[in-house]
């Protein structure tokens, strides 16, 4: 049975860039989750479900040769060689309307790249995966997504033994910052071959355009300035923005130490490895533009032969980043208050309402929900502020229809997913099973209570490197 339509075309790059090998063979794979919605959406065959010696790797469809992607990256400012240490990607899987997504199994075996680890994952970190992927993706933020999750039959040595288990992980493709940052510390006369195979893959539109490969840096430079505004605009922290974990394509990867704010303050950390507050939510703008600033020293012998000029032209570039990750910025802010342009001057008014929210110590989702829902008797330490936005409404056209298509109901709040964790670990989905379906409607007024209410404040959340 065809469960996938694959063309497999980054095999076809200079083979520096991967390693050909199987997955781990598990003896007792079993069926956890499967994403019907995602299945259906790429054509994937649902009785996929019935075969979790496929989705662990355990059995390799005939034809097909799994892979692992060579890779480095800037691991909390400092360089490092990397690559897939537990991860294959099956193939390329070719939808009706002809969009490729990487088919890749997570914690599936050991690679080249391990680096002494042992490859395989828990079933904890396997579903927060499959959890706030979904999340982000039902909020309409570019993402890569869980297609399903199986239990490998074995137990995984970290802190103690846990189940062991492999995620199904769909994406537009794998090639990061670091990628290009590999090629150019290792491979540098294949530079040219990975941008152009990049340039081919994501952005057509850009063959046959002037220079190129610094359109795109420009285009790489706008999708993360749009991608970090929408990750501010919901109180999303990505928790390790380390260049190997961004993507070419503008998607968010990788879902271990990364959580959503209770309470607004702008030096949140939730990563139990981020000593310095290095990727704290108020730092993720800079720290995208450093990233940037990575990936633009790779492009600068493909932007010019003249290495002035190249530096001049991918300033240039990276100069546009502060603009527009402020209107995208500004203009997802605006909307959240009801106003559907806003102006620099509005700006102000955004200030000071996240201003006043982080000295009273205000739940970030809440807030925006309770203005929406006009429960001003609940924000009285916002009255002042409220009266002059009231102000500025009254030349906007349905404000609260606005803000209701842009202020979710619900995030993954941080107590109810461990619970529901928790219950998995010891064999009970129902928890997850209901949180998914809740976090598929997020602009749902109607959820419970139960779903909306944030953590308790004297108990401070820490997340780990787990997935």
């Given amino acids: 049975m065809n469960f996938f339509n694959f063309d497999t075309t980054y095999t076809n790059l200079n083979e520096i860039f991967y390693v050909i090998n199987n997955p781990h063979s598990f003896s007792h794979p079993e069926y956890v989750l499967f994403n019907d919605g995602l299945a259906r959406e790429l054509n994937i065959s649902l009785q996929l479900k019935a075969h979790p010696e496929i989705l662990t790797g355990s059995t390799v469809i005939d034809g097909t040769r799994p892979f692992s992607t060579a890779y ?14 537990r991860q294959h990607i099956l193939g390329e899987h070719i939808t009706p309307q002809n969009k490729r997504y990487d088919i ?11 680096r002494s680890g042992d490859g395989k994952a828990t079933l904890g970190p396997m579903l927060r995966e499959y959890i706030i992927s979904e999340a982000m993706h039902h909020l309409n933020i570019p993402t890569t997504r869980s297609l399903a ?10 802190e103690n033994m846990l189940p062991g288990a492999v995620l199904t992980r769909t994406a537009n493709s794998n090639i990061r910052v670091g990628t290009f940052e590999y090629a150019a510390r290792t491979a540098y006369e294949h530079l040219k071959e990975l941008a152009d195979y990049t340039i081919d893959r994501h952005f057509p539109d850009l063959i046959h355009t002037n220079n190129k490969y610094l359109k795109l840096l420009d285009t790489v430079i706008d999708k993360q300035a749009q991608l970090i505004a929408q990750w501010q605009s919901v109180g999303f922290i990505h928790g390790v923005m380390n260049t190997d974990n961004m993507t070419i394509s503008g998607e968010t990867i990788d879902y271990g130490p990364c959580a959503f704010m209770d309470y607004y303050h702008t030096h949140t950390v939730f990563s139990s490895i981020d000593m310095q507050g290095r990727y704290a939510y108020i730092n993720q703008p800079a720290i995208g533009l450093w990233n940037l600033t990575r990936f633009a020293e790779t492009l600068l012998p493909l932007i010019h032969t003249d290495e002035h000029e190249a530096i001049h032209l991918a300033e240039s570039a990276l100069e546009k980043f502060q603009h527009s990750y402020t209107v995208y910025y500004r203009t997802m802010m605006g909307q959240k208050i009801g106003i559907k342009s806003p102006s620099e001057e509005d700006m102000v008014l955004i200030d000071e309402l ?43 056209k349905d404000p609260i229809q606005l803000m209701r298509k842009v202020n979710p109901v619900v995030i993954p709040r941080n107590h109810i997913v461990e619970e529901a964790l928790d219950d998995a670990i010891h064999g009970d989905l129902s928890a997850v099973k209901a949180l998914l379906q809740v976090l598929s409607q997020p602009f749902n007024p109607d959820h419970a209570d139960r779903y909306k209410q ?10 780990y490197c787990g997935t």
Avoid at 72 to 85: E, I, K, R, V, Y
Avoid at 149 to 158: D, N, Q
Wanted: net charge negative; with cysteine; charged share 25%.
């Fill in 72 to 85: 480095a990256g800037h691991q909390f400012g400092n360089f490092t060689m990397l690559g897939d240490g």
């Fill in 104 to 114: 890749q199994l997570k914690g599936s075996g050991p690679t080249r790249f391990s």
């Fill in 149 to 158: 999750i199986c239990s490998t039959g074995e137990k995984v040595l970290r």
């Fill in 354 to 396: 996240l201003s006043l929210m982080e000295q009273h110590e205000m739940d970030y989702t809440n807030t925006f929900l309770a203005l929406q829902n006009e429960e001003t008797s609940s924000l009285e330490s916002l009255s002042s502020w409220i009266t002059k936005w009231q102000d500025r409404l009254k030349t906007e």
């Fill in 454 to 463: 944030p953590g308790p404040k004297d108990r401070p959340y820490q997340t």
